[in-house]
């Protein structure tokens, strides 16, 4: 697997921040709540957004690829982050609709198959985060 990069810049204009794979620009900002002016998703939606986009990707391709009715997923999540003496616990609750002519069998494989992404399998496991500065 190759890695993966993208370049982050925040100038003086509080939150904003301009996220870009050498592609695409994306915007993320806080909310006017926390000094904000709301331009984009926060931090943790654009976390919740990658792991629901993966999932609704892979359900798709597995679909396609079964070559069964599935004609909308629609996926909410929702993070809640319960702090604790020694180190916080991070629940996520991922809700899948599917939409199509689907058979039981079908719709709970599909379930199993969710939590296959590839951003599920990162979020599920150990996470090395090394920081430094550059001169």
Do not use: F
Not at 27 to 50: F, H, M, R, T, Y
Not at 113 to 126: D, E, G, R, T
């Amino acid at each position: 697997m190759s890695v993966l990069s993208v370049t982050v810049s925040i100038g003086k204009e509080k939150y904003k921040t301009e996220i870009s794979n050498g592609r695409k620009v994306l915007i993320a900002d806080e909310p006017e709540s926390l000094g904000g002016a709301d331009l984009g998703l926060g931090p943790k939606e654009l976390l919740l957004s990658s792991l629901g986009s993966c999932t609704a990707m892979t359900l798709r391709m597995y679909a396609d690829r079964k070559e069964w009715d599935l004609q909308e997923v629609n996926i909410t999540l929702k993070m809640d982050v319960v702090p604790s003496t020694h180190q916080q616990t991070t629940y996520i609750k991922s809700h899948i609709s599917l939409v199509g002519e689907l058979n039981d069998e079908q719709r709970q494989r599909l379930l199993q198959i969710a939590s296959l992404c590839p951003v599920h399998k990162i979020l599920s496991n150990p996470i090395v985060i090394d920081s430094n500065l550059l001169p």
